[in-house]
């Protein structure tokens, strides 16, 4: 771990992320106006800077229109109807094979980069992993040695963005977990990620602090928001659990070989039957899931299939897909 003092960790932080947007530079950004997302924009003058709702719900939108202006950048609103948002669901979880509950969040990356590829662009940058680098998600908080969790999720962070620029025939550019990055990140001592300020314990602290100069205080000092309750999507939740009656949930759940977090996610499940069919059997070397009989890495805490997770404070993992 780096035993420099603060101010050149800062320094060397800056100029490593600075190389690693230039050697993965984009025509445009998902841009929720977040910390990640926000400080990408300012190393890219002029970008085009996507960010993504749902009618107007979410807050995404009051932090990424002013932030676009301050920072000047090139900024698109594609605001989704609650129709668009529902009829998309059966070709993200066809694209993505997966029932998993974070659908919500894939729904806003599917229809930005569907907006991305309206505009031509051939690629698209995002701010994925920096939560899981410097801390920023609040239940990292309470995992025992962090920063022997966080190397562990490092060797096998995986994005829907991915995936769904695939299908887009898009390339994502990820400046955050380009190896030369990954690796400083991984140096630098979990007590400067998680720290107090004004009295706040805040997640991705020292990555607020290197850019506090450039941001300004409001955006640097942001709370997280998770994709769906930025972007809005978080109102689907409601909408598909109200399609489920209660006596639907209860037969069913009785019926499919998958154990269901809600009505939502037997929703989802049945839409996949639909357009996937059934769910694969466990591959040589992966071992069976527990929430649907899928396969899942030897090693892995999460099912790309079902959304299952282990979770604990030791054992904490975070759908990231």
């Keep these: 771990m780096y035993s420099l003092g603060l101010t050149p960790i800062i320094e060397k932080l800056k100029e490593k992320l600075k190389r690693s947007v230039q050697q993965n530079s984009a025509q445009g950004l998902l841009f929720s106006g977040g910390l990640d997302s926000g400080i990408l924009a300012a190393l890219c003058p002029g970008i085009k800077a996507i960010t993504v709702t749902l009618n107007s719900y979410g807050e995404d939108i009051s932090y990424a229109k002013p932030l676009a202006e301050i920072l000047k950048n090139e900024h698109y609103h594609k605001e989704m109807s609650l129709e668009e948002a529902l009829d998309s669901i059966p070709q993200v979880i066809k694209i993505l094979k997966s ?27 995002t701010g994925d992993g920096s939560d899981e680098l410097f801390a920023g998600y609040e239940f990292m908080q309470d995992i025992d040695e962090l920063d022997t969790y966080i190397q562990r999720i490092s060797y096998s962070m995986h994005f829907s963005s991915n995936t769904i620029g695939d299908f887009f025939k898009i390339s994502i550019r990820q400046p955050y977990i380009s190896k030369e990055f990954v690796d400083f990140c991984l140096q630098i001592d979990s007590s400067l990620k998680i720290r107090e300020e004004q009295g706040i314990i805040w997640g991705k602290w020292i990555l607020r602090k290197a850019y506090e100069d450039i941001l300004p205080g409001e955006f640097i000092w942001q709370s997280k928001r998770p994709i769906e309750y930025g972007s809005g999507t978080s109102k689907l939740r409601e909408v598909i659990t109200s399609k ?30 639909e357009v996937i069919g059934a769910i694969p059997q466990p ?39």
């Design 283 to 321: 591959k040589k070397g992966e071992k069976s899931c527990p929430g649907c009989g899928g396969g899942i890495r030897e090693k892995a805490f999460h099912c790309r299939v079902c959304g299952w997770t282990l979770f604990s404070p030791q054992s904490a993992v975070i759908s990231n897909r």
């Design 244 to 273: 489920v009656s209660d006596k639907e949930f209860e037969e069913k759940a009785n019926i499919y070989p998958v154990t269901f977090m809600n009505k939502e996610h037997l929703y989802y499940y049945e839409v996949y039957r």
């Design 99 to 125: 029932f998993d509950p974070a659908i919500p969040n894939d729904i806003t990356t599917y229809h930005g980069l569907k907006f991305a590829e309206k505009l031509g662009l051939e690629s698209v940058m």
